[in-house]
């Protein structure tokens, strides 16, 4: 039986007797310490890169999506329901920072304040109004904070909010962005002071004071985009659906399509300047190479919901069957 909204957002997750096999959605490292999260509210902690997991408390059994650390200690998990998590502790305690339904109520509060007699302020409170009446379910996707202090979290319809105290008081910036489809929005990710947003139907937003202001970048492309990657301060990797990747040296004026890949959609990048890898929903790893997705060698997994590469040249594949470990492999002959 599903849980109510009043349960999933104050009910905390249930205990599992078989951790490793749990369905979790996003991984990341805390220091030396890996931190993954998923379906019901699920938090995991490995000491050991991935070898052993304990299970820590979680308030809220809303399946949870994406977490980020800024340092061994300090980070924070998105999830359905509008939820945020903040730890202070590494991940041993989690405080519940933001839910639905004050993630609504801030988007209407910000529509309110905006309004001045135009249609698309007028259609952006018409937005926020209809999302209160919706109840708190809308999910948030992504994250991404710049410190322990200043912090943005993306999701479905358009949701946008910063913080600038660590999540203790959050702002929605929706009505900066290009977006009046109200468009989920899947992905963002940071180099220096540009921000980049990726979302559905090929939508691509780059502000470049911070998230002060996002313009939206035109690209040959129209699928939803659910991965992207700075490339130092001019490159930027994004993929998505059914395998479709491109690649911009200009901060995403020019594109260039990448080819090579299966019809399986990319859910994450990884990398930097020296090699961006991305990673499919069947577990396949390719490496950027000019303009090509070179593949390299993986065993067959089920499907993967996330990833990541671990400090012992192996990765941790998420999966619907539960964690794996995979070694490092070169490009397949």
């Not at 052993?52 to 300090?74: E, I, M, Y």
């Not at 945020?84 to 041993?92: A, C, F, H, N, S």
């Not at 090509?292 to 060698?297: P, T, Y």
């Amino acid at each position: 039986m599903a849980l109510a909204p009043i349960d999933v957002l104050q009910q905390p997750a249930e205990r599992v007797s078989e951790l490793q096999r749990g369905v979790y959605l996003a991984a990341a490292r805390a220091g030396e310490r890996v931190v993954a999260v998923g379906e019901r509210g699920l938090i995991a902690l490995s000491d050991d890169d991935g070898g052993l997991w304990r299970q820590v408390v979680s308030p809220v059994s809303a399946t949870l999506t994406g977490v980020q650390f800024v340092s061994a200690k300090v980070g924070w998990v998105v999830g359905h329901w509008g939820v945020v998590l903040g730890t202070r502790d590494g991940g041993e305690t989690w405080t519940l920072l933001l839910d639905g339904r004050r993630a609504a109520q801030a988007t209407l509060d910000a529509a309110k304040a905006a309004t001045d007699g135009s249609a698309a302020s007028q259609k952006a409170l018409v937005d926020a109004q209809r999302l209160i009446a919706d109840g708190p379910d809308k999910p948030l996707l992504d994250l991404h904070f710049v410190d322990e202090q200043v912090g943005f979290v993306v999701g479905a319809y358009n949701l946008i909010l910063r913080t600038e105290d660590g999540g203790r008081h959050w702002e929605s910036i929706a009505g900066r962005l290009d977006n009046p489809k109200g468009l989920h929005l899947y992905a963002i990710a940071a180099e220096g002071a540009t921000l980049y947003i990726a979302g559905e139907q090929g939508l691509l937003l780059r502000s470049d004071d911070d998230g002060a202001h996002f313009q939206r970048l035109a690209l040959p492309y129209a699928g939803s985009l659910f991965t992207l990657r700075p490339l130092g301060r001019e490159g930027l990797v994004v993929a998505g659906l059914r395998g479709n990747a491109l690649v911009s040296e200009d901060r995403g004026l020019r594109w260039r399509a990448l080819t090579g890949a299966p019809p399986l959609s990319f859910i994450a990048a990884f990398g930097d300047t020296d090699e961006v890898q991305l990673v499919n929903q069947a577990g396949q790893r390719f490496a950027v190479r000019g303009d090509r997705l070179v593949r390299l060698e993986t065993p067959p997994l089920p499907p993967v919901s996330g990833a990541l590469p671990l400090s012992s040249h192996q990765w941790l594949m998420l999966t619907v069957q539960g964690m794996v470990r995979r070694p490092e492999s070169g490009a397949r002959p």
